[in-house]
Nanobody
Framework: QVQLVESGGGLVQPGGSLRLSCAAS????????LGWYRQAPGKQRELVAG???????NYADSVKGRFTISRDNAKNTVYLQMISLKPEDTAVYYC?????????WGQGTQVTVSS
């Protein structure tokens, strides 16, 4: 059974930093492409950052230069380092693991950027 568990969300002031983690189980982690998505109230879920098996990365324009995605295959964990956070980064952040047509989601972690 595939399980993705996010952690690291919380309340942070504008300009602050957070690191999100997503621990995976039940999959051959090395083979999966991984991504972080977010969904703000009243908005559609959007891709924030992705990383392939070969560690190629891509980012939404809105987070380039501020967010960094990485993966640790030994720990079956994907990370999202976020710096210079803005109020518009406030959302529930979801981890996704994808291989071919298989796609699994975590339960999400809330990130709130506010003074």
């Amino acid at each position: 059974q595939v399980q993705l568990v996010e952690s690291g969300g919380g309340l942070v002031q504008p300009g602050g930093s957070l690191r999100l983690s997503c621990a995976a189980s039940g999959i051959s982690f090395n083979n999966y492409a991984l991504g972080w998505y977010r969904q703000a109230p009243g908005k559609q879920r959007e891709l924030v950052a992705g990383i392939t098996r070969g560690r190629s990365t891509n980012y939404a324009d809105s987070v380039k230069g501020r967010f960094t995605i990485s993966r640790d295959n030994a720990k079956n964990t994907v990370y999202l380092q976020m710096i210079s956070l803005k109020p518009e980064d406030t959302a529930v952040y979801y981890c996704n693991a994808r291989l071919d047509i298989r796609s699994s989601w975590g339960q999400g972690t809330q990130v709130t950027v506010s003074s």
